[in-house]
């Protein structure tokens, strides 16, 4: 008991006497949805739940006071519901639960909650919910990926044309590194979109336009991404350079202070 980051195997007793408002909450936030056939629907759970727990046990051994709560199955997939299995939150019942997450840390005495994100669908209605949790509750908060994006050593991803965004080279390497019991390589093939490569502004992601989109609009089976190239060795490499940065994250989040009081 004592070696745990987990905050939900501590007693309340325990959380009152432990938690200051120097302490960091750290809320992984993943996903059971679609990830096309040769990929489990809780891919995006499990990129939040061990890279974002693996993050606050190193960043605490290096002297943090960083927990980790549950990490959160259902949230906002509905660009997935059009596919049996995906099990999918509305925004306002999403927003309604995380603001209410941010609410009960509060109330621990903790002064930071991060939302350690490996879910895609999440970021824009966790980005507004950081300024509510905020305004209400006098939190921190912060929000962090824990997928970190790098080329594939034997180009794994070179040719998804920037496009592999869900289910392609690097969640598919992921999941092959952690859990390849669950990954169908027979299944996996290239499922890039490539003529949207020609678009120079309208992107899914840093793009000047974005835009609304279910994962059936593409012609592929729910997946934006070439999954036939992926590698167990490039999903070590994903995991090493993601928690790296996730405990740097961890560390930066730790002394940051906007007005420079600290």
Excluded: C
Excluded at 16 to 40: M, N
Excluded at 156 to 161: K, R, S, Y
């Amino acid at each position: 008991m004592t070696g745990t980051r987990k905050l939900a195997e501590l007693s309340g007793p325990a959380v009152t006497a432990r938690f200051t408002t120097d302490t960091i909450v750290v809320q992984p936030t993943g996903a059971v949805e679609h990830h096309g056939p040769h990929l489990p629907l809780l891919t995006d759970f499990l990129l939040a739940d061990h890279i974002g727990g693996a993050a606050v046990e190193r960043a605490a051994a290096e002297g943090l006071d960083v927990w980790q709560l549950p990490t959160l199955a259902f949230t906002k997939s509905d660009e997935h519901s059009w596919a049996p299995g995906t099990v999918w939150l509305d925004e306002a019942t999403m927003f309604d639960t995380v603001v209410q997450i941010g609410r009960a840390v509060a109330l621990t005495g903790a002064g930071t909650l991060v939302f350690a994100n490996g879910h895609g669908g999440n970021v824009a209605l966790l980005q507004v919910a950081l300024r509510e949790i905020r305004k209400r509750f006098g939190l921190r908060t912060f929000l962090m990926p824990t997928l970190a994006r790098v080329p594939g050593p034997d180009g794994e991803d070179a040719d998804e044309l920037g496009l592999g965004i869900h289910g392609g080279a690097a969640e598919t390497s992921m999941i092959l590194h952690l859990r390849p019991d669950l990954v169908d390589m027979t299944k996996a093939k290239r499922w890039v979109p490539d003529h949207l490569a020609e678009f120079e502004r309208i992107r899914f992601n840093g793009g000047p336009v974005s835009f609304g989109w279910l994962s059936n609009d593409f012609g592929t089976p729910g997946v934006i991404g070439d999954a036939s190239r992926a590698t167990a060795t490039y999903g070590e490499a994903l995991w090493d350079v993601s928690l790296d940065e996730a405990v740097a994250s961890l560390h930066e989040i730790a002394r940051f202070d906007p007005a420079h009081r600290r």
